[in-house]
């Protein structure tokens, strides 16, 4: 395997660890992995659920890690309470003018959601008092939103190009554009359309943010038991029941490693991929561990 700059690190090295992919396929439980992973190894590590009113999910805690839901309003919150005079504070802080502002200025909740990210990643917190962490795992958004979060403090300072906001935006964007500080994983299934997603993920983050993935972890992967001349072979038999699931989930098992292999083409080999199995009885981040400790080295 060629040897990737980011890697070399170690990815429980960077500040920020995103984690990002389409709905349903891992996120949450790679991210929680991720962050029991770093607390086993001795790091004040926070895993921070980005919070969307569609998808209210139920987090997936990690042993040993802190855990932060953010909600962009709170943000702006924390944010206008340090920048502006208490009045004005106060009434932007309610929800009616938080969503008037929202919707007059796209990209803004993303832009709070990354200051915020930004800021739980500092050696010295805005909060006074606040622990400070070395390692920031983010659960991100489905795709499209994750990269969107990533592209709104350059957005926001180019957009302002003088000013509190040009100057914070670059600060953030800075860090977010850094290789040694920010990471982002790809998690995906073996499936034609997250692997497609993946694939255009990468497009999109090194147009848009010249970084390249650091890993791409390809989860719940069915075992295959069957040869092909065995399938075969038990093909005769499949008016039997038992049979035929075996069948079924041979085909399954099959689709999945042709779409393991498109993938790691697509990649053209500079992006690591680790595996993790699907497990009948529900993802559990400890299980995972091993392997991801492996592939995060
Ligand atoms: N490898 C796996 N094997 C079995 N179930 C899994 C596996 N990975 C995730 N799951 C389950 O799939 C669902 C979606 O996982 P989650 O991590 O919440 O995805 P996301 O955050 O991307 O929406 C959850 O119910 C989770 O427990
Ligand atoms: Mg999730």
């Given at each position: 395997?060629?040897?990737?700059?980011?890697?070399?690190?170690?990815?429980?090295?960077?500040?920020?660890?995103f984690v990002t992919g389409k709905g349903g396929v891992g996120k949450s439980t790679v991210a929680?992995?991720?962050?029991?992973?770093?607390?086993?190894?001795?790091?004040?590590?926070?895993?921070?659920e980005v919070h969307r009113r569609a998808d209210v999910e139920?987090?997936?805690?990690?042993?040993?890690?802190?855990?932060?839901?953010i909600?962009?309003?709170?943000?702006?919150?924390?944010?206008?309470?340090?920048?502006?005079?208490?009045?004005?504070?106060?009434?932007?802080?309610?929800?009616?003018?938080?969503?008037?502002?929202?919707?007059?200025?796209?990209?803004?909740r993303e832009?709070?959601t990354?200051?915020?990210?930004?800021?739980?990643?500092?050696?010295?917190?805005?909060?006074?008092?606040?622990?400070?962490?070395?390692?920031?795992?983010v659960d991100a958004p489905a795709t499209g939103h994750g990269l969107a979060l990533l592209q709104?403090?350059?957005?926001?300072?180019?957009?302002?190009?003088?000013?509190?906001?040009?100057?914070?935006?670059?600060?953030?964007?800075?860090?977010?554009?850094?290789?040694?500080?920010?990471?982002v994983i790809a998690v995906t299934t073996?499936e034609?359309m997250p692997v497609n997603e993946t694939l255009a993920l990468r497009?999109g983050l090194?147009?848009?943010?010249?970084?390249?993935l650091?890993?791409?972890v390809?989860n719940?992967?069915?075992?295959?038991?069957?040869?092909?001349?065995?399938?075969?072979?038990?093909?005769?038999?499949?008016?039997?029941?038992?049979?035929?699931?075996?069948?079924?989930?041979?085909?399954?098992?099959?689709?999945?490693?042709?779409?393991?292999?498109?993938?790691?083409?697509?990649?053209?080999?500079?992006?690591?991929?680790?595996?993790?199995?699907?497990?009948?009885?529900?993802?559990?981040?400890?299980?995972?561990?091993?392997?991801?400790?492996?592939?995060?080295?």
């Amino acid at each position: 395997m060629p040897p990737a700059t980011a890697r070399e690190a170690g990815l429980l090295d960077h500040r920020l660890l995103f984690v990002t992919g389409k709905g349903g396929v891992g996120k949450s439980t790679v991210a929680a992995a991720l962050g029991g992973l770093a607390a086993a190894d001795g790091r004040r590590v926070i895993v921070a659920e980005v919070h969307r009113r569609a998808d209210v999910e139920h987090a997936v805690t990690a042993a040993g890690a802190d855990h932060i839901s953010i909600d962009p309003q709170d943000a702006m919150e924390e944010y206008l309470a340090d920048q502006l005079p208490r009045p004005l504070a106060e009434l932007l802080k309610s929800s009616r003018a938080f969503g008037y502002l929202a919707a007059a200025t796209p990209g803004l909740r993303e832009l709070l959601t990354a200051g915020k990210l930004w800021e739980l990643a500092q050696d010295e917190r805005r909060t006074p008092g606040a622990r400070p962490y070395d390692l920031v795992v983010v659960d991100a958004p489905a795709t499209g939103h994750g990269l969107a979060l990533l592209q709104a403090p350059r957005t926001f300072a180019d957009a302002a190009k003088v000013g509190p906001i040009a100057r914070q935006g670059g600060i953030i964007d800075a860090q977010l554009r850094d290789p040694a500080q920010t990471a982002v994983i790809a998690v995906t299934t073996a499936e034609e359309m997250p692997v497609n997603e993946t694939l255009a993920l990468r497009d999109g983050l090194r147009d848009a943010m010249g970084l390249d993935l650091s890993l791409v972890v390809v989860n719940a992967v069915r075992p295959d038991r069957f040869t092909a001349a065995e399938a075969r072979a038990l093909a005769d038999a499949a008016d039997e029941p038992a049979v035929a699931a075996a069948l079924g989930q041979h085909a399954v098992a099959r689709e999945q490693r042709a779409q393991l292999a498109r993938l790691r083409r697509g990649l053209g080999g500079a992006v690591p991929t680790v595996t993790l199995p699907f497990r009948p009885e529900g993802a559990d981040p400890a299980a995972f561990a091993s392997r991801l400790a492996r592939a995060a080295r």
